[in-house]
C-alpha cells in the first residue's frame, strides 16, 4: 500500500466518535488501497477536544478548522459540526484541495448544497454525504434484488423513521431543535435517511405532499454553564422557542409512478431508533426493521402457491454472497449501527484514491435537500410540491 491518507475531523461528538471509530477500523477489516493516519481532531473547546483525541485515537487536537482545512498535512477532510457549519467549512476544504466526508444533512438549504457541489467539483475533489444506513449489509442486498428485478416493478415504499428522545418537556433547547443551527428537526435529520434510502432503493422523488408538527413549542433553553451537545444537554431556567419540527411525515410520487409514504417522528414512545421500511412490488416485496437489522424479509410472488410467505434473510453470508458482512466474521455473527460508517468509510477511501466519488455524493445531498425543502413547503401551503 504506497499512499497514506492523513485525515482531519471537525466535530467530536456523537457523530465525530461514530466516525473515529471507522477510521480507526476500516484499515483493520477492508481491503483498502490506502493507509489511513488520524491525523488532527478539530473542535472548539479545547479541553474537550483533547479529552476526545485521546479517548478517540488521534495525533493532534485543534480549536481552528480554517488552519486543519488548509494544513499541508491534510489529504481528507471528515465535517461532523452542527449542520449550519457544513457548507462553510465544505467549501474551503475543497477550495484547498481536500476531499471532503460531511455528515447528513448536506447542509440547510439547497442554496448551501450547491455551493458544495460546485466547489468539490471545481476543485476535482472526492466528496460523499454521509448516509450510512445505505452500507447496512441487509439494505444492499435490497437494493442488489431490487436491481435483478426481484420485486419487478415497484409500486409502494413505505418507511418510517422514529425516535423518541424528546417527549419530554423539560427536555432542552439544544441545537438540533434551533432552526438557525439545524435547518428543520425531524425533516432535515431523520426524515433525510428515509428519503435518502427511497432514491436509494426506488428512485427519484417527483412530488410530494408534507405534513409537520410541533408538539411541544417550548423548552427550557440549555444551562449555559453545562456540557452539552445536539442530543442531550442541562436544562437552564429560561424558556426558549422550539423553532423546528417534532415530527414530519409526507405522500409522494416517485418519477417512475411508484408511490411514496414516509413518517419521521420524535415522538413515538419506545421507538429508539426505529427505521421501518417496506417496498411492495409486481413480482415480491421486500421488509427491513433497524431494530432487527441484520435480517431482511422477502416475500417471492414467483413461488408455487403452497410454499409463499414472507422468507427471513440472515443477512450474515460471507464469501461475496451478501455484501460487506465478508470482511467481519463467520456466518451468524451479527453487526451493528457502528458498523454502517466503518463500510461508509472503507468505500470513502478507496474512491478517494480511485478519484471518483461514490454515492451518495454532494449532489446526492442536494438532491436530498430538494425533496426535503419540498415537504416543507408542502406542509406550509397544504398544496402538493414538485420536487
Ligand atoms: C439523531 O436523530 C440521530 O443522531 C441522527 O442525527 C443520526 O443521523 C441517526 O443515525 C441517529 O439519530
Same mark, same amino acid.
Given at each position: ?169 423539560? &427536555? ?10 439545524? *435547518?428543520? *428537526? /425531524? ?66 410520487? &416517485? ?8 413518517? /419521521? ?33 422477502? &416475500? ?88
Amino acid at each position: 500500500m504506497s499512499r497514506t491518507l492523513r485525515v482531519g475531523m471537525i466535530g467530536y461528538r456523537f457523530m465525530g466518535k461514530a466516525h473515529s471509530n471507522a477510521w480507526r477500523q476500516a484499515p483493520h477489516f477492508f481491503p483498502l488501497k490506502a493507509g489511513v493516519e488520524m491525523h488532527t481532531l478539530c473542535g472548539r473547546d479545547a479541553a474537550g477536544v483533547e479529552a476526545a483525541r485521546v479517548q478517540l485515537g488521534w495525533k493532534n487536537a485543534s480549536t481552528d478548522w480554517k488552519a486543519v482545512v488548509n494544513s499541508p498535512e491534510i489529504d481528507i477532510v471528515d465535517i461532523n459540526t452542527p449542520n449550519d457549519s457544513h457548507a462553510e467549512i465544505a467549501v474551503a476544504a475543497a477550495n484547498a484541495g481536500k476531499h471532503v466526508l460531511c455528515e447528513k444533512p448536506l447542509a440547510l438549504t439547497v442554496a448551501q448544497c450547491q455551493e458544495m457541489v460546485d466547489a468539490v467539483k471545481k476543485a476535482k475533489v472526492v466528496s460523499m454525504v454521509c448516509h450510512n444506513y445505505r452500507r447496512i449489509p441487509a439494505i444492499a442486498q435490497a437494493k442488489k434484488m431490487i436491481e435483478e428485478g426481484a420485486l419487478g416493478n415497484i409500486f409502494h415504499y413505505h418507511a418510517r423513521y422514529a425516535q423518541d428522545w424528546i417527549v419530554d418537556p423539560e &427536555f432542552p433547547l439544544v441545537w438540533r431543535l434551533q432552526k438557525g443551527v439545524s *435547518g428543520s *428537526g /425531524a425533516n432535515g435529520d431523520i426524515n433525510a435517511h428515509i428519503v435518502d434510502l427511497g432514491r436509494y432503493l426506488v428512485g427519484e422523488f417527483k412530488e410530494v405532499c408534507g405534513l409537520m408538527n410541533t408538539f411541544i413549542k417550548e423548552r427550557p433553553l440549555v444551562d449555559q454553564g453545562g456540557k452539552g451537545d445536539g442530543l442531550g444537554a442541562k436544562a437552564g431556567k429560561k424558556l426558549g422557542k422550539v423553532t423546528v419540527d417534532d415530527a414530519a411525515l409526507f405522500i409522494g410520487r &416517485f418519477k417512475n409512478g411508484a408511490l411514496a409514504n414516509l413518517e /419521521a417522528t420524535r415522538f413515538a414512545l419506545g421507538r429508539k431508533n426505529h427505521i421501518a421500511l417496506e417496498i411492495n412490488g409486481s413480482k415480491g416485496s421486500l421488509q427491513f426493521d433497524f431494530e432487527d437489522m441484520n435480517r431482511l424479509k422477502f &416475500f417471492d410472488n414467483t413461488q408455487p402457491a403452497d410454499r409463499q410467505g414472507f422468507n427471513d434473510i440472515l443477512v450474515t453470508q460471507p464469501g461475496g454472497v451478501h455484501p460487506f458482512v465478508g470482511q467481519w466474521w463467520p456466518p451468524g455473527h451479527i453487526l451493528g449501527y457502528e458498523h454502517t460508517f466503518v463500510h461508509t468509510i472503507a468505500d470513502f477511501i478507496n474512491s478517494v484514491v480511485d478519484g471518483k466519488s461514490i454515492q451518495p455524493t454532494f449532489e446526492d445531498g442536494m438532491k436530498n435537500q430538494r425533496v426535503l425543502e419540498a415537504v416543507e413547503e408542502s406542509a406550509k401551503t397544504g398544496q402538493w410540491v414538485k420536487v
